[in-house]
């Protein structure tokens, strides 16, 4: 064989195997990166569902249990020609984003024609003979309201009664032998912040709509225009309550009724906050709106010492425990006065139920209608006593007291005193001529524990540990014998009211 021919075998033999060696390469880069276990023909093998419980709370059972008993609430209005006036509604102003539930009912024509509107909220039914909760501004100044049920039953209602201080109605239908499903009330008093809540209602006309949350906080004072903030006090949800939940129920994760849904308050800065009415609170009245169509409370004539009886207060009086409310003052002529209370008792009980702030000794004493008595145990110079006061009529007696004014004292000329965090000095002139006395709160430390107390410049302090004091050298006298580390009580007067601020002397 010749070299050209030899030459010719050896480049065949090169390309031969270079194209086997491609194909091999390329058959492995085209390969599938994993191989199947089964032939491509037959079905995926999934896994097994799993049939035990969902992690997290389930409350499926408890919103199937409680939806039957939850209702529609449509109201028909004839609005008269009226202003879309923001400012008499919320206390917010004309316009605010932040409006509450009611701003959805009663909404005036363009034109302010007298002409049907039609209303929408939500209730639910708490006894089989027909008697429905909701608020009062579902229900106010209707023409006709219908309640609608889950089944699709739908009756005219009746109102029995209303509480607008607290936002309150009592409905009635007549069902005739048709059964009426309801929900039991709880106890909104037992639960606790960060427990699990659901809201079910008519949101935006999506019926039966459930929501869930927690509880956010207890005891809120929520400006709603109409209710009386002395009084009415709810409870925080992040349930999303929108418009038309008004009025439906709030449950706790057993299905029980803690809250009726009753505003929210929205804006650029904040979603989530929404307001529900304790049903203990309804519980206390329910009986008046059935019987009275209204709830008239009663009034006991004392001031409660603001902040309640904190550590300073069970110091100075050597209590044994921070439960009660502590009388600031008495009002004169007033049913406590009448009945011989004095200032500095400690109420602990009223007609045998336990007092433990003063939201209780409000409620307790509001539920109760006038001209009736209560027993009162009150603890006196370390001794319980046992008094009973005669109501008197809370509205009447509120406006009586905001009319009192301090009796004159004498005063003296200003200097100035610094000590326990604030600086005081004598009254001026004018003060002095309008029958004031005492010592004016000239400066707070805003870092001092009197200013953490609520005490502000301007205020007149009257007293310390229960000593008149009329002018500066007087408190400097006072000040500078107070021990350290012991609390004082300082009494002030501000707008015409009186009440105690307790301090701790520094060491």
């Known amino acids: 064989m010749n070299k050209g021919s030899l030459g010719f075998l050896s480049l065949l033999l090169v390309i031969g195997i270079s194209i086997v060696f491609g194909v091999i390469v390329g058959g492995k880069l085209n390969a599938p990166p994993v191989a199947h276990a089964a032939p491509s023909h037959q079905p995926i093998q999934l896994a097994p569902a799993n049939t035990g419980k969902v992690a997290g709370p389930d409350f499926a059972d408890v919103v199937e249990r409680s939806i039957p008993a939850v209702v529609g609430v449509t109201t028909t209005r004839v609005n008269e020609r009226t202003e879309l006036n923001g400012d008499e509604e919320n206390p917010h102003g004309r316009g605010d984003p932040e409006e509450f539930l009611r701003r959805f009912f009663s909404q005036p024509t363009p034109e302010g024609d007298a002409e049907p509107s039609i209303g929408e909220g939500s209730g639910f039914i708490i006894s089989t003979d027909g008697y429905v909760l909701t608020n009062h501004h579902v229900i106010q100044n209707s023409a006709r309201i219908r309640v609608s049920l889950e089944n699709g039953r739908a009756y005219d209602a009746e109102v029995v009664g209303s509480d607008p201080s607290i936002d309150l109605a009592l409905l009635k239908i007549d069902a005739g032998d048709h059964y009426l499903p309801t929900l039991p009330l709880g106890d909104s008093d037992a639960m606790r912040v960060g427990e699990w809540v659901l809201a079910i209602g008519n949101p935006l006309d999506f019926e039966h709509t459930v929501t869930a949350g927690v509880v956010s906080a207890k005891g809120r004072r929520v400006p709603i225009s109409g209710t009386d903030e002395g009084v009415a006090r709810f409870i925080q949800t992040d349930a999303a309550i929108n418009f038309g939940n008004s009025g439906g129920p709030l449950l706790d994760g057993a299905g029980n009724v803690i809250g009726i849904n009753t505003a929210i308050r929205r804006s650029n800065f904040a979603e989530g906050i929404g307001f529900a009415l304790p049903i203990n609170h309804v519980r206390l009245v329910i009986d008046q709106l059935r019987e009275y169509g209204e709830v008239r409370r009663g009034y006991i004539g004392i001031r409660m010492a603001a902040e309640g009886i904190t550590e300073e207060v069970v110091d100075y009086f050597d209590l044994d425990t921070a439960e009660g409310v502590l009388i600031d003052e008495v009002v004169e002529n007033g049913p406590a006065d009448d009945a011989g209370l004095r200032r500095d008792d400690i109420v602990r009980k009223v007609n045998g139920v336990s007092i433990r702030d003063n939201s209780d000794l409000i409620w307790q004493i509001s539920s109760i209608r006038p001209d009736e008595t209560v027993k009162l145990d009150v603890l006196r110079d370390g001794k319980l006593r046992k008094l009973e006061v005669r109501l008197a009529d809370r509205d009447e007696g509120l406006r009586a007291g905001n009319n009192r004014r301090p009796e004159p004292r004498r005063a003296e000329p200003e200097r100035e005193f610094e000590g326990l965090g604030f600086a005081v000095r004598d009254l001026k002139d004018e003060l002095r001529d309008g029958g004031v006395s005492g010592v004016t709160v000239s400066r707070v430390e805003v870092d ?42 300082l009494g002030a007067v501000v707008n015409g009211s009186g009440f105690s601020i307790f301090l701790r002397v520094p060491d």
């Open 448 to 489: 001092s524990q009197a200013f953490e107390k609520g005490l502000r410049r301007g205020m007149v302090i009257i007293s310390i540990n229960g000593t008149q004091v009329d002018s500066v050298e007087e408190w400097q006298a006072i000040a500078e014998s107070l021990e350290p580390g012991t609390s004082i009580r």
